[in-house]
């Protein structure tokens, strides 16, 4: 173990070495644009692996609610890095036509991340689940007659994180009618997450919960050692994101307008792919090794992060360089985008409310994604010829989505029921066994 962990944590580092040598040397302005976010996207490619191994070994010294708490942040850190970079040039320039387009990029990357999220993490990692279970056996697959039929059983107790998704996928409907992102926005998305917080800590959480790779061989130095580890994975991959985050998104919009492409399509899909290519490489590994349930798992939990902190912090970050308060501004393709994002979100958690995705359930769901892109891409790029406007493509993906997770719904009523009443249950047993406890009490 000591050897695989010490290779993984050195290609990990070396994947931002480049960018140390750009940045303190100032090479930056003499590369190509391509080398400049070539560099700058492998720093924060390796600065992702390198947090995520430090908070999970932290998790073996701090309370437990420090440890969600900065593993939830963490998740949406590298995404979080470029929203905010284009929430606050947006706050900047507000009032101009630089600062209208940066708050559209700030919506673009946010809708992009968590598309993506789902579109080929939770689809392509059940179809990978399913594929790997044929040469490994993987308690959460079950083999099933019929077509394509094979499905991914899930951890049961994820059912709160799926309702709390659901909650905060109906909020995000409501989101551009109210003129941009404002702060009801953030007080209820962001509220909801304290909320599952809250209830997670007060519920029965296993303190010795088993980790693998890395963060098992840190967590056997002795903790002295492991506090100045971790504490150091965390100050130097701060420093590799904070530095290589605003070069690498300016780098692809640049590079899009340079192909003539637009450059909210460049940081709606180019961007997130770098910055949740950690966390998916991360499960495949944990797939790989008959770890589906928690890979899953894991993906679940990241979108519910992405979906309440990440919309609902960027106000604050907007408010914050406009000097007062204001909401963020976003054009009318940019409600399109956050429709069809709610609305892909809406159609994947009805496949999920009776714990098991199947392969074709994986497929369709990957399907609607790559078709809404590449007819995108075309429509912008002038190969597809349709009749309607690339917003008007937006709401008709939209109507498929919802018509789809309706009749989904409909169809496993009793199912959502039961992962409702269950949420309830949870939610009500925390909060009235914490009101029950007596003062004072450990």
Not at 138 to 162: C, H, K, Q, Y
Not at 183 to 191: C, E, P, Q, R, Y
């Amino acid at each position: 173990m000591r050897r695989q962990a010490l290779g993984a944590i050195g290609g990990a580092g070396a994947l931002t070495l480049p960018w140390i040598v750009t940045y303190l040397t100032g090479m930056a302005h003499s590369l190509s644009t391509g080398t400049v976010v070539l560099v700058s996207g492998l720093s924060v490619l390796g600065a992702s692996f390198l947090l995520a191994w430090g908070a999970e070994t932290a998790e073996k010294d701090v309370p437990r609610a420090f440890a969600i708490a900065v593993l939830a942040v963490l998740a949406v850190a590298p995404e979080y890095a470029v929203d905010a970079l284009y929430a606050w040039n947006a706050g900047i320039h507000a009032g101009t036509e630089r600062g209208v387009e940066a708050g559209n990029l700030a919506v673009a990357n946010m809708t992009g991340a968590n598309r993506i999220l789902i579109g080929i993490g939770w689809a392509g990692i059940a179809l990978f689940t399913v594929f790997r279970s044929e040469s490994a056996d993987d308690p959460a697959v079950e083999n099933r007659s019929g077509f394509l039929a094979d499905a991914v059983t899930l951890d049961r107790d994820i059912g709160l994180e799926i309702v709390f998704l659901f909650l905060a996928t109906l909020w995000a409907f409501l989101v551009p009618l109210g003129g941009g992102i404002d702060i009801l926005d953030m007080a209820f998305l962001v509220g909801l997450y304290v909320a599952y917080i809250a209830v997670v800590l007060k519920g029965d959480v296993d303190p010795d919960e088993a980790h693998v790779g890395v963060p098992a061989y840190l967590q056997r130095f002795p903790r002295p050692y492991r506090a100045a580890t971790v504490i150091g994975l965390f100050v130097y991959s701060g420093l590799m994101i904070f530095t290589a985050v605003e070069p690498f998104a300016h780098g692809l919009e640049q590079l899009g307008q340079n192909v003539g492409i637009p450059s909210f399509f460049m940081i709606q899909w180019i961007a997130p792919l770098a910055s949740e290519s950690p966390e998916l490489i991360v499960v495949v590994y944990l797939v790989n090794k008959a770890r589906s349930t928690a890979g899953f798992n894991a993906l679940i939990s990241s979108k519910l992060n992405q979906w309440t902190l990440l919309i609902g912090t960027l106000v604050v970050v907007y408010s914050i360089a406009l000097g007062q308060y204001g909401a963020l501004p976003f054009d009318q393709k940019q409600s399109g985008e956050i429709w069809l994002t709610a609305a892909q979100s809406f159609f994947a958690i009805s496949l999920l409310v009776n714990f098991e995705i199947s392969v074709r359930e994986a497929i369709v769901l990957l399907v609607l994604f790559l078709t809404q892109v590449l007819s995108e891409f075309l429509l912008i790029r002038g190969v597809l010829e349709l009749p309607i406007s690339d917003y008007q493509l937006l709401l008709v993906f939209t109507g498929v989505y919802i018509v789809l997770g309706l009749a989904l719904f409909v169809a496993r009523r009793d199912a959502l029921g039961s992962i409702v009443r269950q949420s309830v249950g949870t939610v009500t047993d925390a909060f009235s066994s914490s009101a029950d406890q007596p003062r004072g009490a450990d």
